[in-house]
């Protein structure tokens, strides 16, 4: 309930003035321009009105004290309204509440609960919540009577709705809108906050995979490494064993070979006999190749003297081819005297001539024998036939001698050499000794030289051990080279161990490869998966609020809906009522615009809330059917009638949700007396629901007020409150 209204600096009223309600009708009277409206637009003001226009200023400092010439003008302007709030009609725990609102010059304003700053927004919903909604329809200023009438159907919807105390469920709906939007932004930046840790968290996620295989790896490395080591110990340790066994061995092994070859050759180089022996044998040999050679002199010597007798003989012998070369001359002659004696008795021709060939032959041996002979030659070559035969006599015998003495040298060599040969058994048995123990002895020392290798192998292999085993520590961890010592060797060949090393190798390889422990990515991979899991709940949370808001949207529409067609009803019978009241018949109704006609009549009627739901609110129109005339619009209605309508309406509204005050300004001005009367009579029955304060100069409105307040302005500009009585009234009104 209205309590108080207190301005100070605001328009007119310089001072403080503060006028009390404690009736249920207030009636504020004045002369023209003596600051009864700007009583109003003080209420306006204090309310949270937004637009300067409705409260008739431009600026701001158009609603703060000007100054006149008495007082000087005010810097600030400021208004109370204290309610009673006994009954919490303001969801606050106070019993009275006190709006303040003030302005500066610079056009900022304050806003005040009970002394506490706050925001206008506050103000709004505090006076929602107490159904004063901010379309002021429950402050009717000046010449606005018909404001209602003449509002677009959209505006007439929202003081409809804020006359049917649904403004709380816009704000409601405002408020749940503002936070869908904002959960909407929310899950928008969550989304590409998303987007843009998926490719990493995927490559991250890859990198960690890689590691867990890194990880197995090492333990199968670890594993491993474990047997290797463990059998590479004891292979190691025992080969050293063997080796240096097998280096006494040898080492022994070759001093005896060394000594026995020592000896020997010691003997061998003190074997006298079988040097002369040999000398024998040698001289022998020179002796026979000596001979040898002599008589391949005396052959040739003998083939010389050969050649020579062939050839003399040779010689001799053609002429002792001759036929008749042996015949002696006196048978040679009786031969030649017979051959002619034949020639003469010969009978044929053809012994004639045989006849005479012989004589003929024998007479040219007979000349060459004993006309005409070479008888000295004959002679010569008869002579050193002999001496040649007797020469060859002689070498032959010379040559058959030398082949005795030859005969002879060969059987000494013989013997010699079977006597050499019987010696050499014993030395042949020396050298193969001595090639028996040098050989043995070789070998006694490639032995060495093999296990000098091995000794080196052994090391090289100790030391590759120990580099492996680092390079596992390093890899693997230090656990690598916590292994239990074997108590025997497997049996298996060193083929399976050096298996083992390729596979640790490999792994160790592998391992590298990997690239550490990664222990960074680990960490790295974690938290980018905790901010992706923290990101998909609060998006997981915020899509359940955006459902919920949705929801809670849905909700408010249906029964913002539901309100609405209910009171809507409920404002239509009233209207009705009250119209037919004022124009004494007639009816008037509101009607949802026609664009959503179908539904237009459903909603009027009785509307299923579900079908509001969603659908672009229709507006509101008025259609008005006045008794004994045919009007078609609003407009064509004359002032006085407009002024019923409008009151009808407001009345109507009022009633369905009335409102804690209702303001009036003039709303009467337009009255005949008849409808003043009327106008009057509603009046008392709305101030049983609201309390009202009328601006009025009618004397029949005046006369329903419990309460007048008298304006007046003086010389100095600054309006004047004062009580007066209904008789005082009057006169003060004009
Ligand atoms: P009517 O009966 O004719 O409607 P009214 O009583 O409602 O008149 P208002 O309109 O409330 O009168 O008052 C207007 C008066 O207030 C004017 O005299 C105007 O000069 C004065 N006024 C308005 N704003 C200021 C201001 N900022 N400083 C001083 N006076 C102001």
Redesign the pocket.
Known sequence: MLKRLEIVGF??F?KKTTLEFTASTTAIV????????????AFRFALGEQSMKSM??KRA????????HQAP?ANR?AVVIVFDNARRMFKIDFDEVAIERAVFRDGTSEYSINGSRVRLRDVVELLASANIGETGHHIIS?GEADRILLASPRDRRAMLEDALGLKMFEFKKQEASRKLEKTEENIAQINSLRRELAPHLRFLEGQVKKLERADSLRAELVELAHIYFAIEDNYLAEEKVKHATEKQAAIGRLAVAADELARIEERATTDAEGVKRLDVVRATEREIEKLSSERGTLAREIGRVEGALAATKERSSKTAREPYAKVPREELLALAREAGKQALEAKSPEAVRAALSAVAEMVKAFVDRFVSPADDLMDEEEDTVYALENERTELFAKDEKLSETLENARATLARAREALTAHDETGRELRRKILDLAQTKAHEENALTANEARARELVFLTEALDRTKAEAAALAGMNTLSYKPLMRMPDEDRHTQEERKHTIERAMIRLEEAGGTGEDIRQEHKEVKERETFLATELDDLSKSSAGLAALITDLDTELGKHFSDGLAQVNTSFSEYFSLMFGGGSARLTLEAEEESEDEELGEDIGASEVVDVKRPGIEIVVSLPKKKVRSLMQLSGGERALTSIALIFAMSQVNPPPFLIL??TDAALDEANSRRYGDMIENLAKKSQLIV?T?NRETMSRASILYG?T?GND???KLLSVKFDEAVAVAK
């Open positions: 328009k007119s310089a004045g002369p023209n321009g003596s600051g009864k409206s700007n009583v109003a637009e008739r200023g400092e158009d609603l703060i004290w000007g100054g006149s003008r302007a000046q300004d003039e601006i100069h304006i302005m500009g600054v309006s």
